[in-house]
């Protein structure tokens, strides 16, 4: 209705393996009018979530890719907005979008465009519209791309069925059709281009003065409930046989067996194009009906093979063609943080924390990818012949961008090992980066207390009470040579209660190298707070010989 249109739509179904990583998306944005750049607003906005959403990392869960990607959005159109000093709005749009990934539909909204579900006859508005109004006449944008530097998006995830309708529309459809005309429409039987160009008829005959748009999509068929392409990969190959040195297998010279056990082989390997010399791990033929296995060892190449970091086993690209189940990495020539820990012989304070850092960049890369390693342990931590540290098992990741495809909590469940995980973990909560970062505070106590913390205790805490009883014991109190302030950090960061731990493994890791003015009264605390345990031990003790001193006097 408007001579120059400032709403942009637009949908992108992209193909097979980008349908699987990272779903269909739909945006809609309504520039607004009194702004200077409406029309340009909105286009930039649905272009950029576009072309940026199918850029951001297959790791990366849909909340944080479309987080980010609003985010940097909204900078830029502010930034536009306040070069211009003709008008105070700017660079403005609303804009929401509906992102179907797996089992689960995200929206991501900011303004007064909305997102509608139609399930089973009934309309449901997902978004709500942030606009207010003015003398009980006029509606204004409370909240819109471009409008203010620090941008609030509302975004919520649900469950998809099969059937399901999602309509997006600007104001200029709503503003003008009842919400029974709307689900009429929408739901009827039909083209789903004509039931949108009914809408926008029905609008405009209404009354409508504005650009008129709408999306609507239907949900005509869903992956299976676990669409990960790492287990239907699995399913088409067999285990690998076993191998013996001299044997070629896809293009890799077996030289020697490096490891076997229940679980896998591990193997030096010589590759026959380039001579290379790497390692090829391969399952066990012990799980071959145990499909949570098999998508666990898929799962490391895949990890390893789409992370960058020196701290982190690298994994070689996968062959065009692979006859057989296997894992081809770079060769670690060293041991393991297990085994250096039995044989280090007295402990070197500085030694460890230089450790303790590698460590925890190799973790921050994994957090920084949306994936946390929630086994973490000195088992799974090589140190090569230099000193170098390598996080060898990705196996067990919990990874955002494959755990929301579907509505439980993670591609296979894997509580980790109870000695070295947080409480949380066990008890079945969804892995955060905190979790890790607890793991790695876990080995830090070990490394420069010699003992575990709590006691020993922490693999047997298996519910809140058994949490609640854990008595944290200084580490100087095993090594004095462990100075206040990085008791106060690796107290902090065995916090039993994960929003009171560090917020990054290497705020963590810094604490241990530079003293924390916070942790260095922590002796002038009361006993109550330094040791609880010891303080009750005490009352008791006091109220014990009270009683007896009173039993006596009376008998």
């Known amino acids: 209705r408007k001579s120059d249109n400032e709403d942009c739509i637009g949908i992108r179904v992209p193909a097979d393996a980008q349908l699987l990583a990272k779903g269909v998306v739909a945006v809609i944005a309504d520039g607004v009018s009194a702004a200077e750049a409406g029309r340009e607003a909105s286009h930039t906005c649905v272009t950029n979530f576009l072309s940026d959403y199918y850029a951001t990392p297959e790791s990366w869960t849909v909340k944080h890719s479309g987080t980010q990607i609003l985010t940097a959005l909204n900078r830029w159109l502010y930034g536009r907005g306040q070069q211009h000093l003709r008008s105070e709005l700017g660079y403005v749009s609303t804009l929401s979008a509906a992102i179907i990934k797996g089992r689960r539909v995200h929206i991501f909204h900011v303004g007064d465009s909305r997102v509608y579900r139609l399930r089973d006859g009934r309309l449901q508005q997902l978004t709500r519209d942030h606009s207010v109004c003015v003398d009980g006449k006029q509606m204004y944008l409370a909240r819109a791309m471009g409008m203010d530097p620090h941008l609030q998006v509302d975004y919520q995830a649900d469950d998809v069925q099969i059937g399901d309708r999602f309509l997006l529309t600007t104001d200029g459809v709503h503003d003008f059709i009842d919400a029974g005309t709307l689900s009429r429409i929408s739901g009827s039987a039909g083209d789903a281009d004509a039931l949108c160009a009914t809408l926008i008829d029905t609008a405009l005959a209404g009354g409508s003065n504005d650009n008129v748009s709408c999306q609507l999509l239907c949900v005509a068929s869903l992956p299976a409930a676990c669409p990960d392409e790492l287990l239907g990969l699995s399913q088409t190959l067999p285990f690998a046989p076993d191998l013996e040195p001299g044997q070629i297998l896809d293009g890799y010279r077996i030289e020697s067996e490096i490891h076997a056990s229940a679980r896998s082989q591990l193997y030096r390997v010589t590759d026959t194009a380039t001579g290379e010399v790497l390692a090829m791990k391969t ?3 012990n799980f071959s009906d145990e499909p949570d296995y098999i998508e666990s060892f898929m799962l490391e190449g895949w990890v390893g093979r789409r992370l960058s970091s020196p701290y982190l086993l690298k994994a070689k690209p996968e062959r065009t063609r692979r006859s057989c189940l296997y894992n081809v990495t770079e060769l670690v020539q060293g041991r393991t943080l297990e085994r250096w820990l039995s044989h280090r012989g007295a402990i070197d304070i500085s030694g460890c924390v230089d450790l303790i850092e590698q460590i925890g960049r190799g973790v921050q890369a994994l957090h920084r990818r949306d994936m946390v390693h929630r086994d973490l342990k000195p088992d799974n931590i090589m140190i090569d012949d230099d000193g170098r540290v390598k996080i060898i098992d990705l196996g067990a990741c919990y990874i955002g961008g494959i755990a929301d495809r579907t509505s439980r909590p993670g591609a296979a469940v894997h509580p980790g090992t109870a000695t070295w995980s947080a409480p949380e973990v066990k008890n079945g909560s969804t892995p955060t980066a905190a979790a890790d970062q607890f793991s790695l505070a876990v080995i ?112």
């Not at 106590?445 to 809140?464: D, F, Q, R, S």
Request: glycine share 6%; charged share 15%; net charge neutral.
């Open 444 to 555: 830090a106590y070990t490394m420069l207390a010699g003992v575990a913390p709590y006691e020993g205790k922490l693999a047997a805490a298996n519910n809140v009470a058994d949490v609640v009883r854990l008595t944290y014991v200084p580490a100087a109190h095993y090594n004095p040579h462990v100075p206040l302030w990085m008791d106060g950090a690796l107290r902090r960061g065995l916090s039993p209660s994960p929003e009171n731990r560090y917020g990054d493994v290497m705020a963590f890791c810094y604490d241990l190298r530079n003293p924390n003015a916070d942790y260095m009264t922590t002796q002038a605390l009361p006993l109550a707070q330094r040791n609880p345990l010891r303080f009750w031990q005490a009352v008791a003790g006091v109220l014990l010989l009270v009683e007896l001193i009173t039993l006596a006097k009376l008998f």
């Open 283 to 285: 399952p066990s033929v």
